[in-house]
């Protein structure tokens, strides 16, 4: 663990991407085969189920420390970190011991299955022998939050920095959540099988914002248009006979969508096609509110399939006949994907429209529009682009309709967490119902760090309850809240939901009661409808 | 029956000597625990205060009038006895004892149970009746190390930067922490680099007698190659503005209490962060009020809520106090306070 602590905490006293490179390099270089894999497996957001619940180790944590559980919380509230409220608060280690990191993952695999007694004696005896930057990992790997800000693509640097790989065949290696209890660093990384790997999908091509005036691309003719699809991003494989389902997060969902089954018998074997998980009836997309029941549900319900099915609608296509198509233009892949979407005439497989235009300008209106067709704007795709890997800038863009837009009043303000524990940083707006406020949004990002310091003073100063963490204020200031999405609920108080609501700017021009009302943000989904 | 101190909308009053303590608006009378802006504040007609706090006060507040006292000297007003006991913040940091008909108060002030020495007296434990004590650090996940260790780990830092030819700035409160640095790495360098807030601190501590190793003030003038390899104090309003731009290649770190915690050491955007706190951390705090004897506490600034229940838990009459002292709550802010 000392060794995997060092490359944790190198990595998290820098933000300079070539010094975090660099010490992967210099971490894989030294590590065992079996602490690699470990390693790629955890930054690739792949660890084994939790062993322990949280709530048994906030326990033995106050226990150690010898604190009341009411006091653990609240501290755990200002830390905002679990694993590290719990590093923090034990004893200072008594023994001393190093075991590997592949030791302790298999130990945290095997401990599921212990009893309470079991888990809490390796626990606890695992704490007293690490000191406490040891202590933090270790809790990480138990709570199974970690992140650590290593992205796919820093490991792949570094692991080709190590192995001298170039960069796109081994983020192609590392797709699809390599389990390090089935494979090895050698089978994995330096000499993989291709036939064991039929299910592997290819890295994702993701769009950057257009934040510029559209018509510094250059020439129309040079650009292909299409719908920006409000559903979850897929990546449907047939190979070997059979079809796999992948989403972004890099997780099979194939067994989620059983409208897929069959088409492993209409598309030609060895195709990759790229697209959206869309929900879809009667010929129109359906609200994202609505796909989502989908989205958690690891086998839908009979009433469910039947209210809310779905479809891929397909955009691109990656491999056909076997062969990677990533490095033909876009105008061709396109072709390609015509044709097999077309031939394979599934209701299941649609093709996204390309939208024809001559100017910029024909767009412009279309992309105000795009909400009412139930979509996010546009994609503009260059016509000779590459299929890339990850987010990157130049051929792809996304061209989203503007948010929707309320001006509301905050009425609670919560301690953040991690980053802004100490600072009212998470807040609750309110609307108009007649002489009420009606909470409709919580929102926490969009503040620089001056404003929130700012807002954070006026709610301390302007505290008229408070329970726990949270603080019910007077409602004197106003916000501009952008969100993506309205739909009715009638989970929620105010009867609508909102998606996405983050802080546009706050309002110091608006008095309380020039907020919008309920009413008028009912509306929206009228007009939407 | 009424309190000896009350907690009043000006700040903490004693209502039979007509005195307040750390008011935090105009008042008459007022008695200031140690120089930092949110105790000291501008427009009080008389100002008493602890010898060693009496230079910086006027640095920061200008002409005023102000009447000093040694640790353990005593005066009596209206038949209440005032003295000063060491805190162990900063230099000049006193808790106030009141004692009144039998019955003796201590406002703690902002106090630190292991002080560096060198640059303030140890805290005293003052026996009392009833303690007001701050809270900045009362969560049990704050505890401090050894200063030792912390200064072996910024002189390593420094040994690093030195070898790759960059300047190491450390950001600390121009009051206490940047003299506890300078005094904890003497030796590690002939001669400190200083940013004007500090070196004036430095100036108006050496007048009354401290004894501090050497620094220059960093000037229009100096330049970025003079201060290759050597440490620089600066306060933290330095990091990230453009008196600092010009200065590279630099490596700079935070010195504070709050870098224990990994979201605030990210969020300051630094290269590193030192622990080290002019504060109590949680047991020195629990250490104190256990030895003052006090069967009631009041509780100021920081997290009072949780620290007040945690000793009414342990059966003491316990209450949350609402203060002005800036950084409530224990956030961050830029004050000179929470260091
Ligand atoms: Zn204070
Ligand atoms: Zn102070």
Known sequence: MKHFTRLFTQLDATTKTNERIEALRIYFDSASPSDKIWTIA????????KPVNSKQLRQWAAELAQLPLWLFEETYHVVGDLAETMSLIVPENTAKNDVSL???????????????????????????????????????????????????????????????????????????NPDPLTTTFEKLILSPDDDENLSRPYPFYLAYPLEEEIGLLGKPADWSAEYKWDGIRGQMIARGGRIYLWSRGEELVTDRYPEFEGLENLLPEGVVIDGEILAFAAGKPLDFAKLQKRIGRKKAGKKLLKEVPVVLMCYDILEYEGRDLRSEPFAVRRKLLEKIVTDCDSSQLLLSPVIPFEAWSELKPLRENARTLKTEGLMIKHQNGVYKTGRKRGEWWKWKADPYTADAVMIYAQRGHGRRANLYSDYTFAVWKGDDLVPFAKAYSGLTDKEMKQVDRFVKQNTLEKFGPVRSVNPEMVFEIAFEGIVESNRHKSGIAVRFPRIKRIRHDKEPKEADTLERLKNLIRVKA | M????????KGLYVPPADIYIDPWKPVNKAIITHAHADHSRYGMNHYLAHEDSANVMRLRLGDIHLSTLKYGESFVQNGVKFSLHPAG??????????????????????????????????????????????????????????????????????????AAGKITFLFAYSLGKAQRIMAGLSGETDVFHTHGAVHNVNEALRKQGLDLPPDIRITRDTKPADLSGKIVIAPPSAAGSTWIKRFKPRSTAFVSGWMRLRGTRRRRNVDNGFILSDHADWDGLNKAVQATGAERLFVTHGYTGVYAQYWRDRGLDAREVVTDYTGDEGSESENEEKA
């Open chain 2, 2 to 9: 009424a309190q000896l101190i009350e907690f009043s909308n």
């Open chain 2, 89 to 162: 913040h900063i230099p000049g940091s006193a808790q106030v004892r009141v004692a009144y008909k039998g019955e003796v108060w201590v406002a703690g002030g902002d106090y630190n149970t292991e002080p560096d020495v060198r640059i303030c007296a140890p805290f005293e434990y003052v026996p009392c009746h009833t303690f007001i004590t701050e809270s900045t650090f009362a969560l049990p996940v704050f505890k401090w190390q050894k200063p030792e260790t912390v200064f072996t780990a910024i002189k390593n830092h420094h040994a690093q930067n030195k």
């Open chain 1, 102 to 176: 592949s030791t302790v993952m298999c130990e945290l695999v095997e401990l599921r299955s212990k009893s309470d007694d079991e888990k809490r004696h390796y626990v606890t005896k695992r704490w007293s022998e690490f000191n406490s930057n040891e202590r933090f990992v270790f809790n990480k790997l138990l709570t199974g939050g970690f992140r650590m800000g290593v992205s796919r693509k820093l490991t792949v640097k570094g692991l080709s920095l190590h192995t001298g790989i170039d960069e796109n065949t081994l983020s192609h290696r590392l797709m699809g």
């Open chain 1, 42 to 49: 955890l930054f690739s957001g792949n660890r084994p189920k």
